[in-house]
């Protein structure tokens, strides 16, 4: 059991200590948990998680997201106010609006953006509860789909 503790506590500490991990590529996500890996043995499934959850933080990060909650009614990210007025020759800005509008309207059912920035998912906290797994995946797939 202290062995367990050790590993999640080693790598909550490189994700603490490297804030930028979760915005790098995946590839340094995947060499840190097979490094981890070779070094203490099979991962238990809170490190797993934290691991995922750097993958949210990254797509997160590439959206210009200022927060993420999981509320009992939808799931909320809110964006940089930035990211939603790009500047007249900011063309990567006006795609990622375009984009972020396109799967508002087209890809996601019951999701929306309002008018301060922030954009509600019909992800509750309860789906977290009973299928985290399930509810991992759709967040995954819905902030792919945001990020391009």
């Known amino acids: ?3 367990i503790g050790r ?12 804030p930028n991990l979760g915005a790098q590529e995946e590839s340094i996500l995947q060499s840190l948990m097979s490094e981890c890996e070779d070094r203490f043995g099979p991962m238990p499934i ?9 993958r949210v933080r990254r797509f997160l990060l590439s959206l210009g ?4 909650t999981v509320g009992d009614d939808y799931t ?24 972020i509008l396109d799967v508002c309207n087209r890809r996601v059912n019951g999701m929306r953006i309002t008018p301060d920035g922030r954009l509600l998912m019909p992800l509750k906290k309860r789906s977290f ?5 399930g509810a991992f995946g759709e967040l995954k797939r819905i902030l792919g789909l945001l990020a391009g």
């Open 65 to 68: 997201a200022t927060s993420l």
């Open 129 to 133: 509860v009973n299928d985290v797994s």
């Open 76 to 99: 909320e990210i809110k964006l940089d106010k930035r990211i939603l007025q790009p500047s007249d020759d900011d063309e990567a800005g006006e795609e990622l609006v375009k984009r």
């Open 46 to 54: 809170a490190v797993q998680w934290l691991g995922e959850i750097s």
């Open 1 to 3: 059991m202290i062995l």
């Open 7 to 18: 590993k999640i506590c080693f790598f909550k500490s490189l994700l603490y200590f490297t």
